[in-house]
């Protein structure tokens, strides 16, 4: 018999807290994402995160350990060979990735791949480098909208991106040369998790803007998550935010798009007030895409304000047969070198109103004992290969 009848897992994207213990091997030795930000923003509050241990899991400068959390709190560290949203979310419902996806943000894209989407798409390439959305548009709008080239970048991530006016260059034609992409990018020297299609409007420079006709291709997990399970067993899996692209669809049976973080937890909130049986999972970009990458200390902590007041507001709707997981996927030290993730462990925080203890779990050495959690708590099996074992015991 389930334990409990909802569960939210809510990914705070590159939330880490604290240097893995093989950081160093992926060049983030002394990378602390939570500490750091806590350290150059003295003033940031998150009472809530505060009362579920956030402070208790990891010391932080100016945030004050709870003296008796509302539940319980771990550190998990990573078992795959990566830093990046995919693999983190993939390695949560139960994947362990071995090989990294490929990322090109220090050289761009091979020459030989270039040519050949050049080739298959009939347009001459322009950017080819690693760059910031809005900044790529504001350098090479004007250049694509007059001669009908076409914007190709990348990130941190392991991503192609292809931007498109959708009065110049079409949607259609877009979402064309995004899927010529995506199979050039099946190949594994050129593997990447996302081919992304980036539509914008504006003519000129300092107008652009995106439009929500966004497309990711990405790749499909490896093997069945847990995600699959819960479906196949006719449980309702909710996404909120990346979480249907993340896992390409599969094991979704409603998604939900978000227009940011504080929408996404707003979309959270108007489910808790929904009857279902199964799991909402969350994703919340911002902390990683708006902040983290761009180095913005400040902002960064700003956006933990602004999700502990949307934490405080879902808190008290959550039900005796709720359970809430706070995790994340990987960090992004907005005070580190360069603009990569980092290898950090992340925080497991579990909350429900029914909940007789509190305090401090073991650590963890797999992100995949969150996805093995929901399983045991619905009575499924995970499926074939995966990995993670189930702390729902524990959770008392």
């Known amino acids: 018999m389930k334990k ?13 807290i604290g240097a893995a213990r093989d950081a160093a091997a992926f060049g983030d030795a002394g990378a602390d994402t939570l500490g750091h930000i806590s350290r150059q923003v003295p003033g940031m509050k998150i009472p809530h995160l505060q009362s579920l241990g956030i ?58 791949l270039i040519e050949e989407l050049e080739r298959r798409t009939g347009r001459v390439i322009i950017g080819n480098k690693s760059a910031s959305g809005t ?36 949607l259609d034609e877009l979402y064309r040369c995004c899927e010529i992409a995506r199979e050039l990018t099946m190949r594994d020297e050129w593997k990447v998790g ?17 439009t ?16 699959n399970a819960l479906k196949d067993a006719g449980y309702d ?18 998604s939900n798009k978000s227009k940011s973080s504080v929408h996404g937890m707003e979309q959270t909130i108007e489910i808790a007030g929904r009857d279902f049986t199964g799991l909402c999972f969350v994703n919340l970009v911002d902390f990683d895409a708006q902040w983290g990458h761009r180095r913005n200390v400040q902002g960064y902590a700003e956006e933990l304000e602004r999700f502990d007041v949307k934490l405080g507001q879902l808190l008290p709707l959550l039900r005796d047969d709720d359970l809430l997981i706070l995790t994340a996927d990987h960090g992004n030290d907005p005070t580190f070198r ?16 029914s ?22 708590n619905f009575g499924v099996a995970m499926p074939e290969g995966t990995i993670g074992i189930s702390l729902l015991d524990r959770l008392d």
Not at 194 to 209: D, L, Q
């Open 135 to 170: 900044a790529i548009l504001d350098e090479l709008g004007e250049e694509e909208i007059a001669t009908g080239h076409m914007i190709v970048y990348t990130s941190a991530d392991s991503v192609l991106q292809i931007c498109g006016n959708e009065e110049t260059f079409g």
């Open 4 to 16: 409990y009848k909802r569960i939210f897992t809510v990914v705070l994207d590159s939330v880490g």
């Open 212 to 227: 929500s006709n966004r497309h990711d291709y990405a790749l499909k997990p490896y093997g069945a998550t847990a995600l």
């Open 55 to 112: 402070a208790n899991v990891h010391r932080l400068p100016h945030v004050r350990a709870a003296e008796n959390t509302l539940g319980y709190y771990a550190r998990l560290r990573e078992a795959s060979n990566g830093k990046d949203t995919m693999t983190g979310h993939w390695e949560m419902m139960g994947l362990h990735i071995t090989t990294p996806f490929k990322t090109f943000t220090e050289t761009g894209f091979p020459q030989e």
């Open 338 to 353: 360069g603009t990569d993730h980092t290898r950090e462990d992340v925080p497991f925080l579990a909350y429900s109103p």
């Open 194 to 210: 996302r081919v992304i299609a980036r539509p914008y409007v504006g003519r000129k420079k300092g107008e652009f803007r995106r």
């Open 355 to 376: 909940m007789k203890g509190h305090g401090e779990l073991p650590d963890c050495d797999t992100f995949a004992v969150i996805g093995a959690t929901i399983a045991d």
């Open 237 to 254: 899996v909710i996404s909120v935010g990346k979480i249907a692209d993340i896992f390409d669809g599969e094991g979704i049976t409603e």
